[in-house]
């Protein structure tokens, strides 16, 4: 195609919201323009890169034996109020209703309208097993829409459900699965890794995520430094261990006014915060709860939900109706249930509040406290590998794939059954597997850029090639040759761009470093004379003269 037949709108200045090199850099080279918070509209250049991304996940799932369905974007409610779904999903689920005043919802993603139409068409187990996907819009709601397309409340998703007569056949889909998304990401070019993952909202029992490596990233991925073991930080899980303290408590109280948190504490009393434990009041379905954990560790909130239903931290006037002290509270004369992390129960002569106004207790033990253990905290940089081999690294991950094991979660609710072998009903086992297909792209940019611009993997680049001739509507002789060169690459097949545009050429060279277009030709009068023409690859500075002769021949070598 030629430069002047397209809308290819590059621009200097990146808009203010843009905070991530990745969105920065897909403003800044016309991929997409924002219309609203979250909503973003495709230019050609961006459909280019998307339609890539789509043919690379649609070839390998069509190869794993997925069959491609399109669903509805919009959802009657009724569907979510079988799976138990539409009381469940807060805010992000954008519900609303037609002319005749009945609930629909957008879809956040299809598991309520698949099961749907497996229990439509689905009858008998030798139907089984079956994988259906779709590349598809999805819309939530986000509290905070953000990094352009990576978080945006519109996005593409390619999700696939799977039905299975048992649990074997659907680890054997899985594990499929899983391969596929490593052929997929592996083909996409991208630096990712496979981690262990919480199932979230979905539910089911076993979980991966696929993670780009990006400092960006809003997800903590914990690696060990010794094995495979890899996990999202909300996944790691601890086990109790054996408690050793055997010494006497040597209990003071110690005036800390005004030293409300732990680093304050720590730092007035000159010790570690890993000496002192912090108490948590939290309220649940159940009453309070006072949660206690080592100075230096976080509450893992999924950890806490999964042992307490729903909940939330106490306000400052709950605190006060327990008779506790904000800042100052500790471990002893509580009145309600207290629960302690592994990691905080082996601790010896420990720092607490003491439950007295500007008042904390040093040399405590757990002796006479009644309390019972937990797994509550996220893992720390340093914490052992849950496999007892090496020690956990955290690095900032994007997640662009995630597998599911659903169960029959939604298979019992929507009466998804086959007649099994045995001529009995037998409800489907379910697994699904999603790719953020519009996030695969920016991740893909936070992987691969420099300070000219985008530098795409060849797979998704949205030109394989572009000849930039200099003075193209001056000189008949370099036009002619830049015409014929873009002839022989569009006749071999090859993607490539003509910059017909009358423009100097630093910004013919600038636009296309910053759309990332993997090889450049360059033509000017002097190559006419010479009989060559210049190729620089956008990942590499050097430039090469080759014979106009074999131009199409050396293109093919790189492009291939
Ligand atoms: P996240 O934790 O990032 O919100 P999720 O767990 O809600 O993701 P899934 O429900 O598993 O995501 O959706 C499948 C895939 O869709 C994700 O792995 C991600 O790549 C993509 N995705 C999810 N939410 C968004 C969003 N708001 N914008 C763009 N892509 C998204
Ligand atoms: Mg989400």
């Not at 009858?123 to 829409?145: A, C, G």
């Not at 309070?288 to 931290?313: C, P, S, T, V, Y």
């Not at 914490?383 to 020690?391: A, E, I, R, W």
């Not at 193209?472 to 830049?482: G, I, P």
Request: hydrophobic share 40%; net charge negative; glycine share 8%.
């Amino acid at each position: 195609m030629k430069t002047t037949q397209l809308l290819i709108p590059t621009q200097k200045e990146a808009p203010n919201d843009a905070k991530i090199i990745s969105h920065q850099l897909m403003v800044r080279a016309g991929l997409i323009s924002k219309l609203a918070s979250g909503l973003y509209s495709y230019l050609p250049m961006g459909v280019r890169v998307l339609k890539k991304v789509e043919s690379i996940i649609r070839q390998e799932m069509d190869k794993a034996g997925a069959q491609e369905v399109l669903m509805p974007v919009s959802q009657p409610a009724e569907l979510w109020q079988a799976s138990g779904r539409w009381d469940q999903y807060g805010p992000e689920l954008l519900r609303f209703k037609d002319r005749h005043g009945r609930d629909f919802c957008m879809g956040p993603t299809h598991e309520e309208v698949i099961t749907t139409l497996a229990a439509q068409y689905l009858r008998s187990y030798k139907q089984l097993p079956m994988n259906f996907y779709q590349i598809q819009t999805k819309f939530r709601d986000e509290i905070r829409p953000r990094f352009g397309v990576m978080r945006s409340r519109e996005f593409i998703m390619k999700d696939a459900y799977s039905f299975h007569l048992d649990q074997d056949s659907l680890q054997q889909t899985y594990e499929l699965m899983h391969q596929t998304y490593c052929n997929i990401f592996d083909r996409l070019g991208l630096d990712y890794r496979p981690v262990l993952a919480d199932s979230g909202s979905i539910g089911g029992d076993s979980s991966h995520e696929f993670h780009v490596l990006a400092d960006s990233g809003e997800d903590a991925i914990c690696f060990s430094d010794e094995s495979d073991y890899a996990a999202n930080i909300e996944k790691v899980t601890f086990s109790k261990q054996e408690i050793t303290c055997q010494a006497q408590a040597d209990e003071n109280q110690v005036l800390t006014k005004k030293k409300t948190s732990i680093e304050a504490v720590a730092d007035f009393l000159n010790i570690d915060q890993s000496e002192c434990i912090k108490t948590l009041i939290i309220k649940t379905e159940n009453g309070f709860k006072a949660l206690a954990l080592r100075g230096d560790h976080e509450l893992n909130e999924i950890k806490a939900h999964n042992l307490f239903g729903e909940f939330e931290l106490a306000s400052d006037d709950e605190i006060k109706s327990l008779d506790l002290k904000k800042g100052f509270i500790g471990i002893k004369g509580l009145s309600i249930d207290l629960i302690i992390d592994y990691s905080a129960a082996v601790l010896c002569d420990f720092v607490c509040g003491a439950n007295e106004w500007d008042h904390h207790l040093t040399g405590v033990n757990w002796q006479g406290v009644e309390f019972s253990e937990a797994d509550l905290r996220n893992a720390v940089e340093g914490d052992d590998s849950p496999d007892g081999k090496g020690k956990l690294v955290i690095k900032r991950g994007i997640e662009v794939g995630h597998i599911f094991q659903l169960g029959t979660k939604y298979s019992e609710a929507m009466k998804a059954n086959v007649i099994g072998e045995s001529g009995k009903a037998v409800t489907t086992t379910m697994g699904c597997y999603g790719i953020g297909v519009t996030r695969v792209i920016a991740a893909a940019i936070e992987q691969n850029y420099d300070d000219r611009g985008i530098i795409f993997p060849a797979s998704i680049a949205p030109f394989q090639v572009v000849i930039v001739p200099i003075n193209y509507n001056k000189s008949t002789r370099v036009k002619a040759l830049a015409d014929d060169l873009y002839q022989q690459c569009s006749e071999a097949g090859i993607e490539v761009l003509l910059d017909d545009r009358k423009e100097r050429a630093g910004i013919m060279f600038a636009d296309s470093e910053l759309l990332g277009i993997p090889h450049r030709m360059v033509l000017s009068d002097t190559h006419a004379d010479n009989g060559n023409v210049e190729y620089k690859a956008r990942n590499n500075a050097d430039k090469i003269e080759v014979r106009f002769e074999e131009a199409l021949s050396f293109i093919q070598g790189r492009v291939s």
